[in-house]
């Protein structure tokens, strides 16, 4: 008689949403890595890198071998790589909550007789669709907030309401789930403790939260409203980036590290669209009650938008272009601040004008 397969005891997906503390969560987790594996939790692949790309992998992702030449297969990698271990195992990417639910079965079925947990980390769906517009342009989106709201896609299926329809997504991934594997983790609010989501994550997978390092701020800065605008009709010039190229330069270099120290003023969808997301709210919220799923956070936090309290934030329309000429300014000259450090010297081209 063959030797029965060995799988996981349990199997933890933390499938997103998007902009729902991810960033946050995932630097923790890979920060701990080697602790989290003294604690009975395997976090498989080289890094953050590998399970974006498993995400893809596992929603046939066409063009995927364009991200990297590793990146076809990577789901399988990850799966393989946990087979035959008795440790608990978690695979953590927000893109994840973009599969079908054909696809969402066979992520759940791929572990054979491990119990599966799906971790999904939620906040109200107003606020997840102004940061995951703004995230779009961070990544070298050219789309406007209307016509994302309009339904079109700013940049593939995770930047869309695909992936920022809570009630949705755990429709789709939850059909062969018993209601206690399913854990909605609501963002803390304000005057919660920054550490909570990562209380509440650490709570779940079963590892003490308190030996665990974890930031007091954010790890993915908001841009201002005027700022953002000035990124998106800058991206309409940077053509023909690959993935990985957006993110440094775009993402990180121009957003994060020059715009994001800009005085800003908060953004905020227009307010015809805040009824149609509140109806979201309810149903998701109606939802997982009515499911019996496990929560971690506050539910009623799901019906308390920051963009139905936020009156003085700015809808994208009200940007002037004195405001967007003023960031522009600020942005070129932390640019050549930023060469004139780096070369340390006049550039050998322009020697013979001096």
Request: charged share 25%; glycine share 8%.
């Amino acid at each position: 008689m063959s030797r029965a397969r060995q799988v996981p005891r349990r199997a933890f997906l933390h499938i997103g949403l998007p902009k729902t503390g991810t960033t946050y969560l995932q630097h923790v987790l890979w920060a701990n890595r080697d602790r989290l594996k003294k604690d009975g939790v395997l976090l498989p692949g080289f890094g953050h890198r590998e399970h974006l790309w498993a995400a893809l992998d596992l929603q046939e992702r066409p063009r995927l071998a364009k991200r990297h030449k590793k990146a076809p297969g990577a789901w399988q990698r990850l799966v393989d790589e946990v087979s035959g271990r008795p440790d608990d195992v978690l695979l953590t990417h927000e893109f994840l909550c973009g599969a079908s639910a054909e696809q969402a079965a066979r992520a759940v079925h791929a572990f054979g007789d491990a119990e599966v947990h799906l971790i999904v980390t939620a906040r109200p769906a107003a606020d997840v669709v102004s940061a995951g517009w703004q995230e779009s342009v961070k990544n070298g989106s050219t789309v406007d907030l209307d016509a994302v709201l309009a339904g079109r896609s700013a940049g593939g299926p995770e930047f869309s309401m695909r992936t920022w329809d809570l009630a949705g997504v755990l429709e789709r991934w939850t059909a062969e789930l018993p209601p206690e594997r399913v854990h909605v983790l609501v963002m803390p609010g304000p005057g919660e403790p920054r550490d909570a989501h990562w209380r509440n994550f650490a709570e779940v997978i079963g590892v003490d939260p308190g030996a665990y390092d974890a930031p007091a701020e954010t790890l993915n800065p908001a841009l201002g409203i005027v700022q953002i605008e000035l990124l998106r009709q800058v991206n309409q010039h940077l053509t023909g980036y690959s993935a990985l190229e957006r993110g440094v330069w775009i993402r990180g270099y121009l957003a994060e590290d020059l715009l994001a120290g800009q005085e800003k003023e908060r953004g905020r969808l227009p307010v015809q669209y805040l009824e149609r997301f509140a109806e979201l709210d309810r149903a998701a919220a109606a939802l997982v009650e009515a499911r019996g799923f496990d929560v971690r956070g506050d539910l009623a936090r799901l019906t308390a938008s920051e963009h139905a309290r936020e009156g003085a934030s700015r809808v994208p329309e009200s940007v002037s272009p004195e405001e967007l000429l003023d960031s522009a300014g600020r942005l070129v000259a932390a640019m050549v601040a930023d060469v004139r450090a780096s070369t340390g010297d006049v550039p050998p081209r322009f020697r013979g004008n001096i």
